[in-house]
């Protein structure tokens, strides 16, 4: 049995979470981390701290989906403790994951998925495939409006990968300087050279289109993620492998089949 901790098992993707492991079969939930839950209605423990976790609980993965804020104190803690980390929450930089890999003892994984959904990942290496032969590219992003960081992790990770793939090609797309001044924004926030629009709205989970420009053609790459189901195979899956791995890993592809 691999025995789970939950951070964030209040909020909307914890809770999703906390479900998910309950069914697995080779997983038993040990315990809960949120400080606003009540830790009196629920099936499980439940402690205020990781720290508290740490001391009264006995587990071998802390999946986190917290907030961005957050993350990086509940990281810095339970990689030390040699507890393997599945990492939702978004809003790192590539430089503070490096850095909190670091602090981890020689057999303990850090893993950092953007975007736990197999379409997302998919969109990201179609994305990757298509940047060599256009010269634009956008990213548009669409959350519920209760997202706490813009634009997204998938976003910032998509950026990334189309600006490695273009090999420092700049867009030819007329950009910020065009701005209307008073309406600064407009073009996007440039990432890695890639501009990117964020959305939040109600009605919306998570979605995210790519638009790809050429000469007379424009190709669109466009995943949407309507309930949070969408995320959690690839969370055990997250779960089911860090036990075998060490080290810092990024991305979902890492774990996927083919
Ligand atoms: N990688 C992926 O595939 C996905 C990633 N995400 C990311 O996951 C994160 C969480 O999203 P979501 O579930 O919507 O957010 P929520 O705000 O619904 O949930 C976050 C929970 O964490 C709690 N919390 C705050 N501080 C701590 C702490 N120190 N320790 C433990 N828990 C804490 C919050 O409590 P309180 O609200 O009372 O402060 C809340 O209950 C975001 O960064 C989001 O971008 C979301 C979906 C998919
Ligand atoms: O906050 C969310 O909801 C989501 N966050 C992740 C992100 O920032 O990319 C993944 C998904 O888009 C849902």
Redesign the pocket.
Known sequence: MIRVAVAGCAG??GTAVVEAVGTADDMELVCGIDPHASGQGEAYPVFATIAEALENADFDVVVDFTQPSVVADNLRAALPAGVDCVV?T?GLSNETLEELAALASEETCLFYA??FTTG?VLMMEFAKAAAPYFPEAEVM?F??CN?K?AP????VRTAQIIAEAREGRASEAPGKETEIEGCEGARGALVDGVPVHSVRSMGY??S?EVVFGSFGQTLSIRHD?WDRGSYMPGVLLGIRSVGSRSGLIVGLENFMAR
Do not use: I
């Not at 997204?152 to 976003?155: D, E, L, N, P, V």
């Open positions: 909307r993707m939702g978004t953007p975007n997302a992003e959350h519920h997202k960081d997204s992790g998938t976003a989970v998570a995210q993620s």
